[in-house]
Every structure is written in structure tokens, then in C-alpha cells.
T-cell receptor, first 114, second 116 residues
Framework: GQQLNQSPQSMFIQEGEDVSMNCTSS?????WLWYKQDPGEGPVLLIA?????ELTSNGRLTAQFGITRKDSFLNISASIPSDVGIYFCAGQLGSGGGADGLTFGKGTHLIIQP | GAGVSQSPRYKVAKRGQDVALRCDPI?????LFWYQQALGQGPEFLTYFQNEAQLDKSGLPSDRFFAERPEGSVSTLKIQRTQQEDSAVYLCASSFRDPGRTDTQYFGPGTRLTVL
């Protein structure tokens, strides 16, 4: 099935560094979402974006909905050990009011070296 | 608990066996989704229910896959005559279906299916 192009596939960084990952699609989405998944758990929503050009922050996390509606990025500032995990972008055709299935990227595996 | 629960958490099946995976959504959530997550991949959409109605089953990979939600709450994903390529984590998610913009999908921990 269709998946979003997410990069990088993995990141090895030092604690305290900033992190940036992005997601692109050949199709337009009306909602972009960023999830984090820990081993043995389901994805947990970090940030939701509903409007092209929107920039949203959640603590040390900042995400933007690309103006073309075909891309999004996620930044994590001053990384800490608990940020380790797999980050997924997801696109949704609906604008949040409807309920349709999400299209996910393949994930960015974040590894933090102390 | 207050979250989405799934059972069993782990299932090992011999090729050709039938399996049934259960999802208990968050109480009051109207929408329920099933996803399949292969190793090293992102989740892929399988099917969607609004209450008891299955409104989208476009992601089901074959007619061996069947999902139901007869009373609009608990859902079961059934896989008949399992094949090795069915090995994956099966995730369930539910959402309240707020007509506004907060239609967040909350995921369960998943059922890891291994077909030998």
C-alpha cells in the first residue's frame, strides 16, 4: 500500500542535540500527524497539524505542515534519553472531522548516545 | 483501563490455522480502525468501523481477512488459513469522531502474530 517517504531512516545523536526529520508525499493530505512508538506499544500522538503552513509546538517538539500539503517536518530540541524510539509521520485525507484511515511513513529510528 | 486494549498480546499460529484478534476500544468511541504493521515498517490501514457499520475495508489484503463489530463496541479481526506473510503486529485504534478537528486516533498495544 501507499506509504509516505520519511527520512532519515535512523539517527544516532548525542544527548542534548537537536533532531530534525521530515516526510514527503506525492499526494496531498489535509491533516498531518506525528506519532512516537516505543517497543511493544502502539503509536502515541505527538502533534497534529490541520492547516497548510501551520507551525505547532508541543514542549520541545515543533512540527510544520508544508504549504503544498505534501510534506511535513518534526524537530526535537535538546534531546533527552527518553526521546529514544521510532517516530512516524502520518497523513490523513480528512480534515479531522471525518474519520478515515491514516497513511504512515516507514519511521525514523532515533538513538541517543549518552 | 482507560485506553484501547487488545488481546491476545502475542499469538503463534501454524500455517493454515484460523486466528481471532480482539480489540476493546475506549468507551464511547464511535470509530474503530485496524492496522497491520510488518517488521520495520509503518502501520498500514486495513479497515474502519463507525459504530457497527464497516465503512471501509479497502485495506484488507485478501478475503481471508474478516473484521466485525456487531454491537458497535468490541471488534474482532479474523484471519482464516493463516500464511507466513500474515506475520505482523495488528494494531487497533479508536476515536471519538468529534465533528471538529480533534478526531485523534488512540492506538492499542497491538497483537503480535507469528505464523510458523
Amino acid at each position: 500500500g501507499q506509504q509516505l517517504n520519511q527520512s532519515p531512516q535512523s539517527m544516532f545523536i548525542q544527548e542534548g542535540e537537536d533532531v530534525s526529520m521530515n516526510c514527503t508525499s506525492s499526494s496531498i493530505f489535509n491533516t498531518w500527524l506525528w506519532y512516537k512508538q516505543d517497543p511493544g506499544e502502539g503509536p502515541v500522538l505527538l502533534i497534529a497539524l490541520y492547516k497548510a503552513g501551520e507551525l505547532t509546538s508541543n514542549g520541545r517538539l515543533t512540527a510544520q505542515f508544508g504549504i503544498t500539503r505534501k510534506d511535513s517536518f518534526l524537530n526535537i530540541s535538546a534531546s533527552i534519553p527518553s526521546d529514544v524510539g521510532i517516530y512516524f509521520c502520518a497523513g490523513q485525507l480528512g480534515s479531522g472531522g471525518g474519520a478515515d484511515g491514516l497513511t504512515f511513513g516507514k519511521g525514523t529510528h532515533l538513538i541517543i548516545q549518552p | 483501563g482507560a485506553g484501547v486494549s487488545q488481546s491476545p498480546r502475542y499469538k503463534v499460529a501454524k500455517r493454515g490455522q484460523d486466528v481471532a484478534l480482539r480489540c476493546d476500544p475506549i468507551s464511547g468511541h464511535v470509530s474503530l480502525f485496524w492496522y497491520q504493521q510488518a517488521l520495520g515498517q509503518g502501520p498500514e490501514f486495513l479497515t474502519y468501523f463507525q459504530n457497527e457499520a464497516q465503512l471501509d475495508k479497502s485495506g484488507l489484503p485478501s478475503d481471508r481477512f474478516f473484521a466485525e463489530r456487531p454491537e458497535g463496541s468490541v471488534s474482532t479481526l479474523k484471519i482464516q488459513r493463516t500464511q507466513q506473510e500474515d506475520s505482523a503486529v495488528y494494531l487497533c485504534a479508536s476515536s471519538f469522531r468529534d465533528p471538529g478537528r480533534t478526531d485523534t486516533q488512540y492506538f492499542g498495544p497491538g497483537t503480535r502474530l507469528t505464523v510458523l
